[in-house]
């Protein structure tokens, strides 16, 4: 790994000091759920909560909007197609991360006269909303009345909900699959560092989703040791969203599988990644505060808990096929091909989205709708709602 600055060291050990605490006030064991989310979240000094660098060249890992804005003008693509069957239009985003894929969002819809009546962001980390404001004051100026920052989610909303990488970095419950024992890993304290211990699992919705999994992973009963991430967070995200929306399109945008991919035997140790400078690797307890922490999304669970809060499956397709329905391409030949100096990079950026070898297959596009019936074009060909 990367050396780091002693203040950059000092907050990870001021993060570990933290966690620690909890622990040995918890009879020496907390869920890993409930590490990850004091890893990324403790107020002021969780990854997301402090003042570190996140995304792009000089933090940890890039998003598609931080590749190539073709990625955000693209997606505006879609979304100036719903906003033509809606009563109202509006847009929240979860997650903005450094607010440049509102800003070509945004830029883009202007174009056609298209714009939101309001974009809406809802935002955890106060250094990355700090971030998302600055870029809106440089950059578009002349549309920042129509962006606005919520605390919570609103009680009722309508237009289209927007997150792009969020679902991964929820908290999850890793399970452990023994022999005929389902149980939980949790973090313990040994040996002055952190370590793994599996105890019965308490939460009953917990147990209740592991035991409803094990015939996935072992169809024959054979023994097993099997370890993965249960998302309980994701599920109940959708649900709350499932009640919010009164009418519109939820878009989400993510890397996963479906279940049976998920849950495939040859993936008996989990999902679990995380990054620091660019660098991936699976260890969670690797600098705390100063590092990502992720796991790859169950899409199967998001659409039943979407679909079991009144909300209808709209489409599940790669994002290759998704930016290619919605016309990327087409959005790159607007810059000549003479023009070498600007067509070639984003010729490349492009390459980076739709790529199977990069980000094209890996990631996926879901989308469900309440009281909206028009088919989307971001999934005219390759929708795979059939692997769900």
């Given at each position: 790994?990367?050396?780091?600055?002693?203040?950059?060291?000092?907050?990870?050990?001021?993060?570990?000091?933290?966690?620690?605490?909890?622990?040995?006030?918890?009879?020496?064991?907390?869920?890993?759920?409930?590490?990850?989310?004091?890893?990324?979240?403790?107020?002021?000094?969780?990854?997301?909560?402090?003042?570190?660098?996140?995304?792009?060249?000089?933090?940890?890992?890039?998003?598609?909007?931080?590749?190539?804005?073709?990625?955000g003008?693209?997606?505006?693509?879609?979304?100036?197609?719903?906003?033509?069957?809606?009563?109202?239009?509006?847009?929240?985003?979860?997650?903005?991360?450094?607010?440049k894929?509102?800003?070509?969002?945004?830029?883009?819809?202007e174009?056609?006269?298209?714009l939101?009546?309001?974009?809406?962001?809802?935002?955890?980390?106060?250094d990355?909303?700090?971030?998302?404001?600055?870029?809106?004051?440089?950059?578009?100026?002349?549309?920042?009345?129509?962006?606005e920052?919520?605390?919570?989610?609103?009680?009722?909303?309508?237009?289209?909900?927007?997150?792009?990488?969020?679902?991964?970095?929820?908290?999850?419950h890793?399970?452990?699959?023994?022999?005929?024992?389902?149980?939980?890993?949790?973090v313990?304290?040994?040996?002055?560092?952190?370590a793994?211990?599996?105890?019965?699992?308490?939460?009953?919705?917990?147990l209740?989703?592991?035991?409803?999994?094990?015939?996935?992973?072992?169809?024959?009963?054979r023994?097993?040791?099997?370890?993965?991430e249960?998302?309980?967070?994701?599920?109940?995200?959708m649900?709350?969203?499932?009640?919010?929306?009164?009418?519109g399109?939820?878009?989400?945008?993510?890397?996963?599988?479906?279940?049976?991919?998920?849950?495939?035997?040859q993936?008996?140790?989990?999902?679990?990644?995380?990054?620091?400078?660019?660098?991936a690797?699976?260890d969670?307890?690797?600098?705390?505060?100063?590092?990502?922490?992720?796991?790859?999304?169950?899409?199967s669970?998001?659409?039943?808990?979407?679909?079991?809060?009144?909300?209808?499956?709209?489409?599940?397709?790669?994002?290759?096929?998704?930016l290619?329905?919605?016309?990327?391409?087409?959005?790159?030949?607007?810059?000549?091909a003479?023009?070498?100096?600007?067509?070639?990079?984003?010729?490349?950026?492009?390459?980076?989205?739709?790529?199977?070898?990069?980000?094209?297959?890996?990631?996926?596009?879901i989308?469900?709708?309440?009281?909206?019936?028009?088919?989307?074009?971001?999934?005219?060909?390759?929708?795979?709602?059939?692997?769900?």
């Open positions: 790994m990367l050396p780091l600055s002693e203040i950059a060291l000092a907050h990870s050990q001021s993060v570990q000091a933290m966690i620690r605490e909890k622990i040995l006030s918890a009879n020496n064991w907390i869920s890993f759920e409930h590490y990850m989310n004091l890893a990324l979240y403790a107020p002021g000094m969780g990854y997301y909560s402090s003042g570190a660098t996140k995304l792009g060249i000089a933090g940890d890992f890039v998003t598609a909007p931080e590749i190539s804005p073709l990625f003008r693209t997606l505006a693509q879609q979304l100036r197609q719903i906003s033509q069957h809606l009563t109202q239009f509006n847009i929240l985003e979860f997650g903005a991360g450094s607010g894929l509102a800003r070509d969002i945004l830029l883009e819809l174009k056609s006269a298209a939101p009546e309001k974009y809406y962001i809802l935002e955890v980390s106060a990355l909303r700090e971030r998302q404001q600055s870029c809106f004051k440089q950059e578009i100026p002349h549309l920042a009345d129509r962006i920052w919520l605390e919570q989610l609103p009680d009722h909303f309508t237009g289209v909900v927007l997150a792009n990488e969020v679902l991964d970095a929820m908290p999850v890793i399970v452990r699959w023994h022999a005929d024992t389902v149980l939980e890993r949790g313990t304290w040994q040996n002055d560092q952190f793994w211990q599996d105890l019965a699992i308490q939460d009953q919705e917990l209740t989703t592991a035991q409803q999994l094990t015939p996935e992973i072992s169809p024959d009963n023994p097993i040791d099997y370890i993965s249960i998302n309980l967070a994701a599920v109940h995200f649900r709350s969203l499932a009640s919010t929306l009164q009418q399109v939820i878009l989400l945008i993510d890397y996963g599988f479906g279940r049976s991919e998920y849950y495939h035997p993936r008996n140790q989990g999902t679990l990644m995380c990054h620091y400078r660019h660098h690797h699976d969670p307890f690797y600098l705390p505060g100063l590092q990502d922490i992720t796991s790859h999304v169950d899409f669970a998001i659409t039943q808990a979407g679909q079991s809060g009144g909300l209808a499956l709209l489409g599940y397709t790669t994002q290759a096929y998704f290619l329905n919605c016309g990327i391409t087409g959005i790159l030949a607007q810059t000549s003479e023009d070498t100096s600007h067509y070639l990079p984003q010729s490349s950026q492009v390459q980076k989205l739709v790529s199977p070898a990069e980000m094209g297959e890996l990631f996926k596009v989308a469900f709708g309440k009281k909206f019936f028009e088919p989307l074009s971001g999934f005219n060909t390759g929708d795979m709602s059939r692997l769900l």
